[in-house]
């Protein structure tokens, strides 16, 4: 056989492996599709598809419709959830997570660590929450005085990361305060915020506080019912001034309405709690200026997370409100840990004390739909950072909180999903084409009581399925090694 002979033989044998090659390539990409039929899909955009469709490949969603309507990847495999309900994870932009060690039902600062902010983002996933921001978080700044904390960058290892079973993760620094003043508590969180006295002080902690990318500032403005000091209109206008040169937005927790107003029109993007709150109702002032900052499209885009929950559940006291004995509460804390944060506490509320949890409830809830109907967006955030703050479980009270303030299933849950992603940058918080393919499968329909979204299947995160039942069984047996010590 002649060289050139011998050549072409070679090259039609190689030819054929690589068609071969060619051929079975379709048959692993086969696999990688999966198409999700005959749920009840919450979009998480305010619509509803029933009887839907929808198709996850690499962690995404690539098409959603009705069934039949969708053109389907060959070989795609097919899961029917006929008779369940499908909506998006949820999003919470308030969160102080990392401190707990939920187990021994204590918090330090040397509880911080990867692997207990993994744990977090795990019990946040278990219960249907795809992504977080962490408010007040514990990372190496500037001390104030010429030195740094050395408190490390657990938070800004973690958030470069997709960690499996785990809620997504950002963070938006340890917070701005006047000395003390920042979040209260347990002593390992009250340091942990720049403490600023001075306008040069303020300027100078913005300018360090940015070099860590934060998602936003957040500060503190509450003189904890006049007993403390706390940053003064100059300081909080400084922050704002000096944030938003870096292009940084800033968010806080304040308590007054003098304070709201200035800072609505000093330019705050967010406020962590109802802005005005306590006792004080917005008034036409305070709205005129939050729908002035929206026509004049400066800044328009304000938020704000509720953190109603724990007055919401006080509204419950003098007996033992049902969820208390939720699977879902219990799968992630014991029940001991329940009955001491939660069932002696509000079973022992006097008739006295549930009215007035009721009369402040009220009126905040009134305060926030003022301010929400103005133009200041509702996002989910849970304010978890105590023990009595239980992580992952109060995201579904949060969305109860919003109901009973007056917002409807469907709009309590674009606020925790999209609006929250939307205003955090995930790319999550819909099921639509192009993201995350995060989403949770319930037994019930949340449209029609809202704490349906506690009957929970299924969680998805990135098109995998989390190993619930394995999660829970860890975290009872960390809880039977804890109490056998």
Do not use: C
């Not at 839907?52 to 039949?68: L, Y």
């Not at 309507?69 to 060959?74: I, M, R, T, V, W």
């Not at 040397?110 to 019990?123: G, K, M, S």
């Not at 319930?442 to 979204?453: G, H, K, Q, R, Y």
């Amino acid at each position: 056989m002649s060289r050139s002979k011998r050549m072409s033989a070679w090259l039609r044998a190689v030819s054929g492996v690589i068609l071969a090659a060619a051929f079975a390539l379709p048959t692993h990409a086969q696999t990688s599709a999966t198409i999700y039929e005959g749920a009840r899909l919450i979009t998480g955009s305010g619509g509803t598809i029933e009887d839907s469709a929808f198709v996850v490949e690499n962690g995404r969603f690539t098409q959603v419709g009705r069934r039949g309507e969708l053109q389907l990847p060959p070989g795609a495999a097919r899961v029917d959830l006929s008779g369940k309900t499908v909506m998006p994870t949820m999003v919470d932009l308030h969160g102080h997570f990392g401190f707990q060690n939920i187990p021994a039902g204590a918090m330090s600062k040397e509880t911080f660590t990867r692997e207990n902010l993994i744990d977090h983002l795990q019990r946040l996933a278990f219960n249907g929450v795809g992504a977080v921001v962490g408010v007040g978080d514990l990372v190496d700044r500037a001390d104030m005085k010429g030195g740094r904390t050395g408190w490390g960058d657990v938070v800004l290892r973690v958030r470069d990361e997709v960690i499996p079973n785990a809620a997504l993760f950002k963070t938006s620094g340890p917070g701005i305060a006047w000395p003390g003043s920042g979040a209260q508590g347990d002593p390992s969180r009250v340091d942990v915020a720049y403490p600023v006295t001075t306008v040069e002080e303020a300027r100078a902690a913005v300018r360090d506080y940015v070099r860590i990318k934060p998602e936003f500032i957040k500060i503190w403005v509450d003189d904890r019912g006049g007993r403390k000091p706390t940053l003064t209109p100059a300081l909080y206008g400084a922050i704002l001034d000096e944030a938003h040169k870096f292009n940084v937005p800033v968010a806080v927790h304040n308590v007054k309405q003098a304070d709201a107003k200035e800072m609505v029109r000093g330019g705050m993007e967010g406020w962590l709690h109802v802005p005005v709150r306590e006792g004080e109702i917005a008034d036409d002032e305070m709205v005129a200026l939050v729908k002035d900052r929206v026509a004049r499209n400066d800044r328009p885009s304000m938020w704000m997370t509720l953190s109603l929950i724990t007055e919401w559940m006080n509204t419950k006291g003098g007996g033992r409100p049902d969820f208390l004995d939720d699977p879902l509460l219990r799968a992630a804390y014991s029940p001991q840990q329940i009955e001491q944060y939660w069932g002696e506490p509000l079973r022992k509320m006097t008739p006295e004390q549930v009215a007035r949890a009721k009369s402040r409830f009220e009126s905040d809830a009134r305060s926030a739909m003022r301010v929400r109907a103005a133009g200041i967006r509702v996002v989910g955030g849970t304010d978890t950072g105590q023990n009595r703050f239980l992580i992952g479980y109060f995201n579904h009270l949060d969305l109860e909180s919003m109901v009973a303030m007056g917002m409807t299933p469907a709009e309590a849950i674009v606020a925790a999903t999209r609006d929250g992603a939307e205003i955090a940058n995930f790319n999550t918080g819909l099921v639509a084409a192009g993201r995350n393919a995060d989403f949770i499968v319930l037994d019930a329909n949340p449209l029609e009581n809202i704490s349906n979204t506690r009957r929970i299947n299924k969680v998805f995160l990135r098109g995998q399925e989390l190993p619930r039942a394995e999660m829970a069984a860890r975290w009872q047996a960390q809880f039977r090694q804890t109490a056998a010590k």
